[in-house]
Every structure is written in structure tokens, then in C-alpha cells.
């Protein structure tokens, strides 16, 4: 038996993710329920930090408390931290910083990639679960070129009320029409538009439905979570070697 180094507490689960304290209903798709990974994850609750308050607030009142549970992350054994609300791109250097692990906090931050990508002419939107409360700072804090164009959920039937204020039920058909319509509206407001990111880590289980919608690539947190994962556990291949005798 080959020798191996030790030093975590938990092994086979290299993402840790940081989760706002809320009480509403979490469906496969959403970062919060562990259906949605193909792969082990594991889970940190910070205390106090509501939906309404990093979203409507200010995240970096909170900074000591997401140092305290994403060091207990990277203690447990994560060799990388995410989180579970884009407006957390406040907090980002101060969290890798904090942490000495590599730290994703925000899907916004795979716009100035995902821009690469597209053709000339083309461009990114984001859409966000409160336009009104996304800021250039937050926007300036993950890479996102302030004159992005920004779609949101606010005012419709249920998913930004619902999720902000914490209901404990949900219904998640009318959240379905109103990611549909926003993010319709969005592409018909910037016909330039060539990809979209959510900015909303509970946005995921609609982004098929926005694809179809849009005809529009649509990136997430998961597809962020996925990426971070391949390069901290990457798979393995079996190894094929010509015989040097031919």
C-alpha cells in the first residue's frame, strides 16, 4: 500500500459552500439542496446572514462571521470555498484572503470569461433576483463592466419576494414564468445580448427553461461549481503507454 498524506478531518469532498440562514424551500437545482451535485459537497450555515439583509444590505457588515464558518470549512477539510448568494462578490478578496484556499463567492464572476467567448458583437447580461440593489460595487467587485446590461425578478409574481423575505412556502411554477419573462424581457431590451449569467445561485433549476426561452447559453452557479470542482478533484484516466518494444 502506497503511502498517503493526511491533514483533513473529512476526505472526498473538496468544495465548501457558504449558506445565507433562511428557511425557504430548496429544490434539486438550487445550491442549497446536495441533490444538485454530482459530487460530495460540504455545507457551512452563517448565523444572521438572512437573504434580505445580503441582498438588501450590505454583505461586509457580515465579513467576520463568513471568515468564521469558511475557516471552519477549510479546516473540516474543503480545499475551496463557495457561496450561495452573488451579492457575497462584496466580500470576495476578503474572503480568499481570510481563508488561503481559492474562493469563488459570486456566478457574476464568470461574466468577464463567458464575454470572452462570445463573437464580436456580442455581449453579456446578467439577471439578478434585485436589480435595484445591485451595485457597481458589487459589479466592479467580480469583473463585470459597468454598462452590462442587468435584468431582474422584482415585481413579479413570486420568486424575488419570496426568497428575500424567507417564506417558507413557495411556489415555484409562478417562479418558473417569472425567470421566463425576465430574462425574455432582458434579451428583447439588448438584442446584442449573447450569453446570460444568473446571478442568483436559487435562479438554477430555471436556467433550462431560460435557454429555451432565449435560445441564449446560460451560466450559473453551477456551472461555476463545476468548473471549480474539475480543478480542485480532477478526474482520473488510466494512463496508456506505447510499448517501446512496438
Known sequence: MSV???GKSVYGASIGILMLEAQFPRIPGDIGNALTWPFPVHYRVVAGATPDLIVRGDARAMLDAFVTEGQALVRMGCDGVVTNCGFLALIQDDLKAALGVPVASSSL??????SATLPPGKRVGVLTISKSTLTPAHLQAAGVPLDTPIGGT???REFSQAILSDHLEIDFAACRSDLIDAASDLVASHPDLGAIVLECTNMVPYARDIRKATGLPVFSVQTLVTWFQAALSPSAYPLELDDPRG
Do not use: F, N, S
Open 4 to 6: 498517503q498524506r493526511g
Open 109 to 114: 464572476m464568470q461574466v468577464p470569461m463567458v
Open 154 to 156: 422584482e415585481g413579479l
